[in-house]
């Protein structure tokens, strides 16, 4: 019986008087077999700690206490035990956990679910959340019939799973107690004073990492899991001394570290994923990048271009503090090392756009790696795409406008220098022409036509007619017409779906491309592509909104889907009702990536993405977004 249990029928029972095992049985929400089986249990219990049951026919049972001074003090065991015991799904979760990686031996299920009072089909279904974040790690369970389970893989893995799911989290049952919270700060204190006589330098999230790390390494080894060796070849020399003379110090101080050759290693391969300083702010050594993570950053920028037009491809700096970043994202990933970033929510909020470049680069990592991003990891790379967006400006494509007038040369030149004050920010160059000159014009090089005539000649951009050209009425008009149609080059009112249902994403998926494909031609892998995209990272980031896409190229113009769902259905990690499909390669790069910041821009925006879905109309949606 599960100490719960105890203490429910405990604070039911009176010694007083009797009370009849159907109220009893009703007042627990037990059955009457379930609670005589119970209370046979509690009364072999109560004897054993100065008390009994008393049952009396016809009138049920009655709590007497012989020895008060001894049933008090078991009854507080009661209560000090069933604080301890996991009771939360992550509780239990971290428990079976830290139970498994701290075993040196076979662990039954049984006495998981003894431990935890639960039924073994529980046990079961914890097991399956604890195999999962194993696998991140590379670690495995291994199952052997009548023995029981224990987890195989690296010492070091060991130590960064433990590290993430327990003094990362903030808070654990078991590990995080006072004595353990007393321990890591003076830990903390004497590895302090170690790095400022090593003269490096750490950032303070760094250094708390570096902190759990050796407070982790110091127990395990206490307990005997030591790492004994280390095939790595590319830990840097000078890490490796620097390491030394740590893990030196820490054991001169009296903190339990081991000196030998693979623990070194190990903790070498640590500062090196956190890229440590010296106190003049320079790399500890030349930082040398090999041809490998050059590669692998230039396919970043090759994946973002094919996908978003935003051209990078050419920024050195960029593409040089990429590879800086690399450098130590390439340990992180390899060894499972995790980090935090305090500002994740607001580059979510604020940065949303590079933050979306950032996902696409995780995209290209977990190619490589076989290992998903955390939303932390991504949000350090959305910084680098920001800060190198701010360095260079604002570099959006301004438009080029033809003006054709019937008025006089006076009246023109009045026009022109109106609409170039007025659209200065989004308009790069306006060429006058007659009506008559139009007909001799290659518009190829234009993105509008503003015009005070009708025109009948068929062009393929669109045309803005004014009226009163002198009001600012008529020049706020001209603004909206510009957004109109630029909105309306993207979405269009076919391709908007109201009534599109599906159980999983895939679905959902399918149905569009189907529906899709009923209007206009599609690649036969178009589906496959953007399902595929979907499987290398979810395309989800929250307020019931989704945009997949494909994986690569698959059309030579653009397609822009949207469409609100019958039901909200679970995309990977969020609940989508509101899904825009696009695939845009018929633009110029600053055409797309205004599209995508435009529909970043709503993503952060619940309110209208609500709106949306409850008008469920084109004109809300082209409404809202040219309010954006």
Known sequence: ??????????????????????????????????????????????????????????????????????????????????????????????????????????????MIGDFLYISEQSVSQLLKYVEFIFEKYDLALEKKSRYGMRVRGHEFSKRQCIMNHYLLTGSDWRLLDQKVCAERVSRGDILSDIIMEERLSFTELALKYFIDYIYVTERRIRHGFCIETCTDKNIDEENMQIAERILLQLKKRGVGVSLKKAEIAYTALYLQGNCIQQMDGAVTKNMVIDERIDSLTEEILNSIYCTYQVEMRGNLNLRMYLNRHMVSLDIRLTYGIAVKNPLLQEIKEKYFFPYLLASQAAVVLKGHYKKSLSEDEISYLAMIFEAEHLQNGDRQKKSKVLLVCATGKISARFLLLSLQKKFSGSIDQIELCSLYELEQ?????????????????????????????????????????????????????????????????????????????????????????VL????????????????????????????????????????????????????LNGSQGSEIQKFFEMVSKLMLRKDLIDEIIREQAYETLCDILERM
């Open 1 to 110: 019986m599960d100490h719960l249990d105890k203490m429910e029928i405990l604070q039911i029972l009176s010694m007083e008087k009797y009370i009849p095992a159907r109220k009893l049985a009703e007042k627990s929400k037990i059955g009457e077999k379930t609670l005589r089986k119970r209370m046979k249990e509690l009364k072999e219990e109560l004897e054993r700690n100065g008390a009994s049951i008393e049952i009396k026919h016809g009138q049920g049972y009655r709590l007497k206490v012989e020895k008060p001074k001894q049933f008090l003090q078991w009854e507080k065991r009661l209560q000090e035990s069933e604080q301890k015991v996991p009771n939360t799904p992550r509780e239990r979760i971290r428990y079976i956990l830290l139970l498994l990686l701290s075993s040196t031996s076979y662990v039954k299920r049984e």
């Open 441 to 529: 014009r290659d518009l190829k090089e234009f993105d509008y036509i503003f015009s005070t005539v009708p025109i009948d000649k068929k062009v393929n951009i669109p045309i803005i007619i004014l009226h009163d050209f002198g009001t600012q009425l008529e020049l706020a008009k001209v603004q909206k017409a510009m957004d109109h149609s630029y909105i309306q080059r993207f979405f269009k009112k076919e391709f908007f779906f109201t009534d599109v249902s599906g159980e999983t994403k895939e679905e959902v998926i399918k149905e569009l491309c189907r529906r899709v494909g009923q209007i206009r031609p599609l690649p036969e892998d178009f589906c496959e592509s």
């Open 532 to 583: 595929f995209r979907e499987s290398m990272g979810s395309t989800d980031f929250g307020n019931m909104m989704a945009i997949p896409h494909p994986y690569e190229k698959k059309l030579k113009d653009n397609l822009v889907c949207a469409a609100v769902l019958k039901r909200p259905v679970l995309w990977q990690i969020n609940q989508v009702q509101l899904v825009i499909l696009s695939a």
